[in-house]
């Protein structure tokens, strides 16, 4: 098994998109007959993070949970460690490599390249091996990566296990999802019989993507005139050189049709709209998930207004509690992965989102039909906001709660989407039952 050579992988993004690698990953190195070199992740301007994969996720659980797939090792064999990879050509980066490339490419470029030089790094690698088509094999092999073979590191489910009781403010394990996220760090309520006291605070996750880099790489107009306009400019000339170049040489949409064509993510605001007119009434517990809102507290207040009862981790969790994470952004992500994902209900503003993505994969994994996203259209939903000054309230109404249930319905995965959001296919789950494959 794996003869013929070894793959280093260099992930890049944040912690969800380093998720997506390391699986694509997985599949490449299987598919080529490779070993698989643990992944590195690459240090980002706009993620700040050095974390590494054993930093954040078990090691040894991951190789041995793959060890019957492909061959996993922590470090590249010392007869090679010293080779320039980049001037004998098997260094190839993710500018070399087509997104969502089929079996065929790495077949007919990299696979040479392995077994000439015995070693191939991919560089800032991230979202580039297609869904469709993928042998049946490979496609099970990414689904058992990505809910499977992950999990967080003791101190990360300790401190989960700690916001998630202080969320509900119950002690013990209410759902599948506690259990896969959480281990032994969440205890079973069965454990202690009868000696429990009420009952755990349901509370609604959301995701408001609505960061910095988000509202910057959009490139749509929020509102805040030349002030913001020239605020968002310096930060992609910073962290977002090739979109200005890109700006520069192509005609752009103007922020008005890329709203129209909904591109744009929703703001605080739309998305109080959003939950207030599916019946969220202003008491609901809600979770706020995410680094810090663009435009602070002023932006967040028509949110605030109508849902004073909002809470993050920095509310549960003590300045001391959080300062091993505090440098550390893919680690902070975790914890808000593990908040969303198990939450009564998720919702999110922005379903391009790599962490709403991945967070509803894995509430329809192993949710076992009780775990409800909410997710917008967001094509449709500024259709309807378009229309607001026409539109009743009740009217209003009646349209959010079709665009969210449309999207709610059970489906199988549709050739070509990821199957790390929707993995309702016969190579991961079973359709009928809506459960997980017992045997991944």
Same mark, same amino acid.
């Given at each position: ?253 103007? !922020? ?115 775990? !409800? ?52 296919? !016969? ?14």
């Amino acid at each position: 098994m794996n003869g013929s050579g070894f793959i280093l992988v260099s992930a890049n993004g944040g912690l969800n998109q380093q998720r997506v690698a390391v699986c694509n990953a997985v599949a490449i190195a299987a598919m080529l007959n490779a070993s698989l070199v643990l992944p590195k992740f690459l240090y980002s301007s706009v993620w700040k993070d050095k974390s590494q994969f054993g930093d954040i996720y078990q090691e040894d659980y991951f190789i041995s949970l793959l060890k019957d797939d492909l061959r996993i090792i922590k470090e590249l064999p010392f007869h090679l460690q010293s080779l320039d990879l980049e001037s004998i050509g098997s260094q190839v980066s993710d500018m070399d490599i087509r997104k969502e490339s089929k079996p065929l490419y790495f077949s007919k470029v990299i696979r040479p390249l392995l077994l000439r030089n015995g070693v191939v790094h991919f560089l800032g690698f991230g979202n580039r091996l297609a869904f469709d088509p993928l042998p049946a094999n490979l496609q099970k092999l990414r689904c058992k990566c990505n809910f499977h073979a992950f999990k967080f590191v003791p101190r990360i489910q300790e401190i989960g296990s700690l916001l998630l009781k202080r969320i509900r403010k119950y002690n013990y394990r209410v759902s599948e999802l506690d259990k896969q996220l959480l281990g032994n760090h969440m205890p079973s309520s069965l454990l202690v019989g009868n000696n429990r006291s009420g009952k755990p605070l349901k509370y609604l996750a959301l995701h408001m993507r609505f960061e910095m880099d988000m509202v910057a790489y959009s490139v749509c107009d929020f509102g805040g005139g030349e002030k913001e306009r020239r605020e968002l400019q310096a930060y992609r000339e910073i962290h977002f050189p090739t979109l200005v170049m890109r700006m520069k040489e192509n005609a752009s949409f103007s !922020p008005a049709e890329l709203r129209k064509l909904g591109r744009c993510p929703l703001t605080p605001e739309e998305a109080a709209l959003m939950l207030s007119a599916l019946g969220f009434k202003q008491r609901t517990y809600i979770y706020l998930a995410g680094s810090d809102v663009y435009g602070g507290r002023s932006r967040m207040l028509p949110f605030t207004s109508l849902y004073p009862n909002l809470v993050t981790k920095e509310d549960f969790l003590t300045p001391s509690e959080l300062a091993p994470f505090r440098n550390f952004s893919s680690q902070l992500a975790a914890l808000d992965f593990i908040a969303c994902a198990t939450a009564d209900v998720f919702a999110m503003t922005d379903s391009g989102s790599q962490l709403s993505s991945l967070v509803t994969g894995f509430r329809t994994y192993h949710g076992r039909g009780r775990a !409800p996203t909410l997710r917008p259209n967001k094509k449709r939903f500024a259709k309807i906001l378009s229309q607001n000054g026409t539109l009743g309230w009740i009217d209003f109404e009646e349209r959010v709660r079709k665009m969210i249930e449309e999207n709610q319905r059970v489906q199988v995965r549709p050739r070509g989407r990821s199957i790390y959001r929707l993995p309702r296919s !016969p190579g991961c789950m079973c359709k009928a039952s809506e459960r997980n494959l017992e045997h991944l």
